[in-house]
């Protein structure tokens, strides 16, 4: 009976009450879609950007995607949309929820119409960022451990065929920035609490290489060296002293020839570039403050760099190693990006403060403007592109 209470409300909830009814909107041009997470008010979105307007077309209350897998005794408990990905074929929409009892969740919806396709996965405590292998076989989710001890967590590796957890690599503290290179071979992440950047044979799921992010010290790392925080005592310097970290990176990104990395050193306002061969650093970039998430143009030409606490985007020309333009976001708390395929648009997520509706603000990245803003739920935040229709 409860169950079918909730699902009548949410069904027969009058249009203007969520954001996005599915209304018709014109279109001028290429359409472009994404999905975007809303961390504070449990829902996930689909925006349509077409003709230099964005919209929320779609609003998918995670209370729904409890109904659908008959479990509506959680209803009552916040989720934490966080991450967001879209498998590369299109048709499935993969989502981590932080919260849980005690464990966080992942998600995995239909694209386009919001359907549940398998009852929530159980991962670690705060499941935060999500990555795909090219294929879309399998994900690989941080368990960030937001709400746990200080002490090293892990890297998720799911079947998504079947929705089954197949492996579980120690890492390092606070792991966060989970993505697979283009070839599918390597997975990489960082640690915030650590310092360091991580990579995961894909094949063998097994970390292969470490590298150490601390400013003037990094290099790489023994392959069981879990970091400070794994010392007994947690006393790695001696003397009672706790590490801090220098680099403090939230996020990696490998190149389109995945020949280098981009880790965002959120403490030291700046970006690294790695080389994957030769395991070292070979340029750093000075951003704004607090990098927070990156992306790559496909063809290479620019390295995206949100701002977490400067409020705004940095455009670096990888040509030149300078920064094309920095720009203003719409509203406060910089999280997210995610490009279009075309290299045209860059779509980032903005948290906004307190009770500020957060945002997706619309980036144009032929002329380095901001074209388009539209309003989401509370603490916009993982982001992904679904597709683009001529």
């Known amino acids: ?32 879609w994404v999905y975007v997470g809303a961390e504070s008010e449990d829902y996930l979105h689909r925006i349509r950007f077409s003709g230099g307007s964005a919209e929320v077309y779609e609003t998918i209350p995670v209370a729904d995607l409890y109904v659908q897998s008959n479990v509506p005794d959680r209803l009552t408990e916040s989720e934490a949309p966080h991450g967001v ?57 941080v368990n960030f451990n937001l709400h746990g001890e200080m002490a090293p967590s892990s890297v998720s590796v799911i079947s998504t065929t079947e929705m089954t957890e197949v492996a579980r690599i120690e890492t390092c503290t606070m792991p966060h920035g989970s993505r697979v290179e283009s070839t599918g071979r390597f997975h990489y992440s960082v640690c915030m609490m650590d310092d360091q950047l991580v990579e ?22 023994d392959v069981n060296d879990l ?6 005592g947690h006393d790695h310097l001696g003397h009672g002293m706790m590490y801090e970290a220098t680099c403090s990176p939230t996020w990696v990104q490998a190149s389109p020839q995945g020949d280098r990395t981009y880790v965002a050193c959120n403490a030291s306002d700046q ?73 045209r648009y860059a779509f980032v997520s903005v948290e906004g403060i307190g009770g500020e509706p957060g945002k997706v603000d619309v980036f144009d990245l032929e002329s380095l403007e901001r074209v388009s803003s539209v309003e989401v739920g509370l603490q916009a935040s993982g982001i992904a592109f679904w597709k683009m229709e001529e």
Not at 102 to 115: F, I, N, S, Y
Not at 127 to 137: K, M
Not at 204 to 220: A, D, I, M, W
């Open 1 to 32: 009976m409860f169950t079918e209470l909730i699902a009548a409300v949410l069904l027969t909830a009058p249009p203007g009450d969520l954001p996005g009814s599915e209304a018709s909107f014109p279109s001028e041009g290429p359409v472009y």
């Open 85 to 141: 990905a879209v498998d590369p074929r299109g048709g499935r929409v993969y989502m981590t929820t932080g919260h849980g009892v005690p464990d966080g969740k992942l998600w995995q919806v239909e694209a386009g119409t919001g359907k549940l396709l398998a009852d929530p996965l159980d991962l670690g405590r705060f499941p935060a960022s999500l990555g795909l292998s090219p294929d879309g076989r399998l994900a690989f989710v």
């Open 200 to 221: 995961i044979d894909a094949r063998r799921l097994q970390v292969s290489r470490r590298f150490h992010l601390g400013t003037g010290e990094e290099g790489p790392l």
């Open 227 to 232: 970091g400070p925080h794994a010392h007994e």
């Open 271 to 343: 970006v690294l570039e790695i080389s994957v061969e030769d395991w070292e650093v070979v340029r750093r970039f000075e951003t704004g403050r607090g990098p927070y998430n990156l992306d790559v143009t496909g063809d290479g030409r620019l390295l995206i760099v949100t701002l977490k606490q400067g409020d705004g985007v940095e455009f670096i020309d990888l040509e030149t190693g300078e920064s094309a333009a920095r720009l203003d976001t719409s509203t406060r708390v910089v999280h997210g990006v995610a490009l279009s395929p075309d290299d």
